[in-house]
Each structure stands twice: as structure tokens, then as C-alpha cells.
């Protein structure tokens, strides 16, 4: 191999891994200025709220109810 191709190589390589590098914590960083500066919205229902638009200051219950009704009629034959 000719000097010209493997100095070529080493510099596009080397200059490859650095942009990655500074991608990744330029990424990292405007992620975490975004977390930090976007306002955390609390995600509520309906009936958490009374007449006046107030949160409800009780112990809320939910109930889940599932029902495994299998109607389905299997043949043994």
C-alpha cells in the first residue's frame, strides 16, 4: 500500500470515531437540557377533579375487572 492511502485511512478513521464521540455527548446533552427544561406535565383523569376543578385531596380506588367468560364450545371428539 502507498504512505498517501494508509495516512488517509488512519485521518478518515480517527475523524470518524471522534464525530461519533461528539455526536453522542452533543446528543447527550440536548437530551438532558430538554428534560430539564420542558415542564413536567401530571397526567390526570376526569374523576380525579370535584365540582370545582380542585384534585380530589382522597385515596382514589381503582378497580379492574376482567372477565374470562369463554363461550367458546370446544369439540372432544
Do not use: C, K
Amino acid at each position: 500500500m502507498s504512505e498517501t492511502l494508509v495516512v488517509t485511512l488512519t485521518l478518515t478513521t480517527v475523524v470518524a470515531i471522534l464525530a461519533l464521540l461528539v455526536g453522542g455527548m452533543v446528543g447527550w446533552m440536548a437530551r438532558q437540557h430538554s428534560y430539564e427544561t420542558t415542564p413536567q406535565v401530571i397526567y390526570t383523569h376526569p374523576e380525579m377533579f370535584d365540582t370545582n376543578g380542585q384534585l380530589v385531596p382522597d385515596e382514589i380506588l381503582a378497580l379492574r375487572i376482567e372477565t374470562h367468560d369463554n363461550t367458546d364450545e370446544e369439540d372432544d371428539d
